[in-house]
């Protein structure tokens, strides 16, 4: 199906079905649910929604090319050539992927083209690197008796991951999880959110058309209380990669817990931006601004807790304001635009209960704070000046919503940065490398930006502590956290 209506370039849907050992396919169940552009209420495509007859069938396929299948066998280089093919294609494709997280989840199509969808890429062409890199350690032990010892240890892919992915970064977070995975030797089984799937449908095709074997990767769509509890309660699963809300992560841990299954969970944050008397803020303004604005704040990295010494309070709240009475709320496919639409209604409705609970509560509203009329589901950028004993203050909004706190001393600032019960990110802003080193080893974060915002890299980990989650995605620990690790202990004699 070509779609050609507003200025959206041309481009292809998936075909909108499961991807299960290979093949596309409706399943087993009738029932389907829609996927709706927030842009203009119609309907972008209607999925399967995967039963638990479907996600036993991803499983088993997956399962089966794990135990005897050629990926996890294959010599790791020619794993790392097929997903250095996958990142080509990923960027050959970049408008198609984008246009689709765009159209279903009010996106800026601008910078899903040239930041997620890159971005995406990006993480496949790291982790190709990988496959052939993953090493063990070695040592030599001591004598037994007469026998002596050496002893070493290898890793091994760690077998099925399960990755239950969210709707505001769909293909990247799909990358964060299956590009380690697969570099590691694991096979898939994706279960994306209901509000975006289809870029995730679209990079399952590309990984086949880069050469990934069938049953490698396997997409089941479909609603969260059925095909994503079936599969993070699937017993052929060795591991659960999740990136959603705290409440769904805590049932996926508990299950997990009482089956000892490995987990990976990242549940989002309130993350404190902490701004000193003597940052340079005409840099450091749009990266604050960016913080609570970009992607709408739909964002689980997004800095909304604005923590500024008083003596420049005003001039970050003035340069906070003058970002967002400048911002173009419009079609995400539209140039002019600066910032697109809530992914859905209900996310709209729980912004705007925020919000109003921030006013009913005592916060200082100083802009925005309006939904816009209908269709497009848009709400203005929003600051409030208050204090961290705000429900807007504690809880994630996952909208543009900031609220500015002032501190006096530094001490105050690590204070009110750690007193939350989240511990994704915090951001600092100094020019004072003392000040901000000494910051950085007191924030109870798993990470943190000095003189920036929220972008990752895949050379590095990502993840929380606290409430934000636990275990890390990307970099060494991410590929690692896809292995297991064995010890061999090797007796012999001597000459
Ligand atoms: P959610 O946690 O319900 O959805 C995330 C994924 O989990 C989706 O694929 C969903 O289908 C799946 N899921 C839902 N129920 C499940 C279950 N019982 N078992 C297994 N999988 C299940 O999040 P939702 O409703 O989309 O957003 C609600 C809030 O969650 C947001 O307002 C935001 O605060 C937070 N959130 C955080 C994200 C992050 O990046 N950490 C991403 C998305 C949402
Ligand atoms: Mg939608």
């Not at 997620?116 to 030599?140: C, E, M, N, Y």
């Not at 303004?285 to 800095?303: D, R, S």
Request: net charge negative; with cysteine; hydrophobic share 40%.
């Amino acid at each position: 199906m070509t779609t050609t209506v507003r200025n959206i370039p041309e481009f292809t849907l998936p075909d909108p079905v499961h991807r299960i050992g290979g093949r596309a396919t409706t399943g087993a169940g009738t029932e389907t649910f829609a996927s709706t552009d927030p842009t203009t209420g119609r309907s972008v495509a209607d999925l399967p929604a995967g039963s638990v007859q479907d996600v036993d069938n991803a499983v088993v396929a997956a399962r089966a090319q794990f135990e005897d299948g050629e990926w996890s066998t294959m010599p790791a280089a020619e794993r790392g050539k097929i997903l250095y093919r996958a990142a080509d294609l990923i960027e050959r494709d970049a408008e198609t992927l984008a246009a689709l997280e765009a159209l279903e989840m009010g996106k800026l199509y601008r910078d899903s083209v040239a930041g997620d969808i890159p971005a995406t890429a990006a993480v496949f062409r790291h982790f190709a690197g990988w496959s052939d890199k993953l090493t063990g350690q070695s040592a030599s032990l001591c004598d037994i008796g007469d026998q002596k010892r050496f002893g070493f240890t290898m890793r091994q892919p760690l077998g099925v991951v399960a990755a239950i992915t969210p709707w505001n970064n769909p293909a990247v977070i799909a990358a964060w999880k299956l590009a380690p995975a697969l570099a590691a030797g694991c096979t898939a089984v994706v279960k994306p959110a209901e509000d975006a799937s289809l870029s995730t449908l679209r990079l399952a095709d590309l990984l086949t058309e880069a050469g990934l074997p069938d049953g490698v990767v396997n997409v089941v769509t479909g609603l969260g209380p059925v095909a994503g509890a079936a599969l993070a309660g699937h017993p052929g699963v060795d591991k659960v990669s999740f990136t959603g809300s705290a409440a769904v992560g805590r049932g996926i841990h508990s299950y997990a817990g009482s089956t000892f299954r490995k987990v990976t969970l990242e549940l989002g944050g309130k993350s404190p931006q902490l701004i000193f008397p003597d940052a340079d803020l005409d840099s450091a303004l749009p990266w604050i601004a960016m913080g609570n604005f970009y992607h709408q704040g739909q964002v689980c990295a997004a800095g909304t807790r604005v923590i500024v010494h008083e003596s420049i309070a005003d001039k970050v709240v003035d340069g906070l304001v003058a970002f967002a009475e400048q911002a173009v709320m419009g079609d995400p496919f539209d140039e002019s635009s600066t910032m697109g639409t809530i992914v859905n209604e209900k996310q709209m409705n729980r912004i705007m209960g925020y919000i109003e609970k921030g006013r009913s509560e005592g916060a200082d509203l100083v802009t925005g704070g309006a939904r816009l009329d209908g269709p497009g589901l848009f709400v203005q950028p929003t600051v409030f000046r208050g204090h961290n004993d705000l429900t807007i203050a504690r809880e994630e909004i996952f909208g543009p919503v900031a609220t500015v706190m002032t501190f006096s001393t530094p001490e105050e600032a690590v204070a009110l940065a750690n007193a939350t019960e989240f511990g994704l990110n915090a951001m600092v802003y100094s020019s004072d490398i003392s000040r901000i080193h000494s910051v950085v080893e007191k924030l109870r974060v798993g990470m943190v930006w000095v003189n920036g915002w929220g972008v990752p890299d895949p050379a590095l980990p990502w993840g929380g502590r606290g409430g934000s989650g636990i275990g890390r995605e990307l970099g060494r620990s991410g590929i690692e956290a896809d292995t297991e690790e064995k010890t061999v202990h090797i007796g012999y004699t001597g000459l």
